[in-house]
């Protein structure tokens, strides 16, 4: 073999080799900006979650429609990430479980968020609306009788449950109802033994009746929605899990 054909065959060596080595730093670098793509996608999953809480929170809070439109706009948003990030994972060949079931657990959480809103509607979104609304009105009736009577005893009684009643409609937290309970039982126990005319006492009685009819209404919406002590723990609970996987 001459000179110049070993040459040859070793510039075609270190052609070949280049080549190669460009092939793999192609597929380095391509594989390496997936990564970043994917990881990039991930974070922005994780964001969105986090802003789907934060509109449930503030909606909880406030009692506005207004958060409930950015959580379906944010819900819509981060279902699209989702869809992306699971044809990345396909792309890349990785398991697309995980994906998967972030996608179901989102929807599964919009859907008891929905339900919740819907139920939140039907009780009022601010005190003179829907059931607090009659609530209200039922209240002052009791509230009316009483002020004639002038029993300050069984005032101040009511205001107790006046108070049960708000933070009940602030907090929408069911361990008021207990204390409501509580302090009813106290007022019809000093309604008895009040110089109130026993026509009057049985007014009283009824206004009494429809005021606490119209109090556990609300309270039997929420717990027809699997309301506890924390009113919105299981979505939350829900989307942790998903985000911690």
Do not use: W
Not at 31 to 49: F, K, R
Not at 163 to 188: A, G, V
């Amino acid at each position: 073999m001459t000179i110049k054909q070993q040459f040859f065959i070793l510039i075609a060596i270190v052609t070949l080799a280049m080549m190669t080595q460009i092939g793999l730093n192609r597929y380095h670098s391509t594989a390496l900006i997936q990564l970043e793509q994917d990881s990039v996608l991930l974070a922005q999953v994780e964001t969105g979650m986090l802003l789907l809480r934060r509109n449930d929170k503030d909606f909880l809070m406030r009692k506005d429609l207004k958060y409930v439109e950015k959580f379906e706009k944010n819900h819509q948003v981060l279902l699209t990430r989702i869809q992306q990030l699971n044809d990345m994972l396909l792309a890349s060949d990785i398991d697309n479980e995980h994906a998967r079931k972030i996608g179901q657990i989102l929807t599964e959480y919009a859907d008891k968020f929905r339900a919740l809103v819907s139920v939140q509607q039907e009780i009022g979104l601010h005190h003179k609306d829907g059931l607090y609304g009659s609530l209200r009105k039922a209240v002052h009736g009791v509230e009316k009788i009483v002020k004639e009577q002038q029993e300050y005893h069984l005032l101040s009684d009511m205001l107790m449950l006046r108070r049960n009643e708000k933070d009940f409609m602030l907090r929408d937290d069911l361990k008021y109802t207990e204390k409501y309970k509580k302090n009813i039982t106290k007022f019809e126990q000093m309604l008895a033994v009040t110089s109130i005319p026993s026509d009057v006492r049985a007014e009283i009685t009824k206004a009494l009746s429809t005021y606490q009819k119209d109090f556990f209404c609300p309270c039997g919406r929420l717990q027809s929605q699997g309301a506890k002590p924390k009113r919105g723990a299981t979505r939350r609970d829900a989307l942790h899990c998903s985000s911690n996987g």
